[in-house]
């Protein structure tokens, strides 16, 4: 059986494009850098090619719901290190939690949680996941010991991050 990594990072740069007037990481743009590390992680790690999947079957992932809160700003050209891993699944969804941490990860600038649906892209309609993806899912999941909620994680992480 093969052993997968739970928990997934990369590295980027932030873009001058991507920042407000006063050179911190628009809050939007915190949202694209996760999911666009998100999905290139999947790639590198797992060689799980999500637009593949979505052209080939027809199925995909669609964001039913995101939490996210900003505890530092990133800022113009300094290189972050993101952190994904996937909390807890279901018949039907997933959630992933990430970080977005300064590049040696002594600091978190961000933790997201964002809720994934499973979805029939042709039905426009939502999909339970096949056996094969829920036997995936439960050699990548890494769930959280206390159950917590996104409220109780962020007051923890504002802890370590004094």
């Not at 039907?92 to 979805?119: D, P």
Request: proline share 2%; aromatic share 12%; with cysteine.
């Amino acid at each position: 059986m093969t052993m997968f990594k739970k928990i997934l990072e990369s590295k980027v740069r932030v873009q001058y494009q991507d920042c407000d007037p006063f050179n911190h990481l628009n809050n939007s743009k915190y949202i694209d850098y996760i999911i666009a590390a998100r999905t290139e992680q999947l790639l590198e790690n797992y060689n799980f090619n999500t637009a593949e999947i979505a052209q080939e079957q027809g199925i995909s992932w669609v964001v039913a719901q995101t939490q996210i809160s900003y505890l530092c700003p990133a800022i113009w050209l300094e290189k972050v290190t993101i952190e994904t891993k996937l909390i807890t699944f279901s018949e039907s969804s997933l959630l992933i939690e990430a970080y977005m941490w300064n590049e040696k990860k002594t600091h978190i600038k961000a933790i997201m949680w964002a809720k994934l649906v499973h979805f029939n892209i042709k039905t426009q309609r939502s999909l339970k996941h096949s056996e094969q993806l829920l036997n995936f899912f439960t050699q990548i999941h890494s769930p959280l010991e206390n159950n917590s909620s996104f409220e109780e994680r962020i007051k923890a992480l504002k802890q370590l991050n004094q």
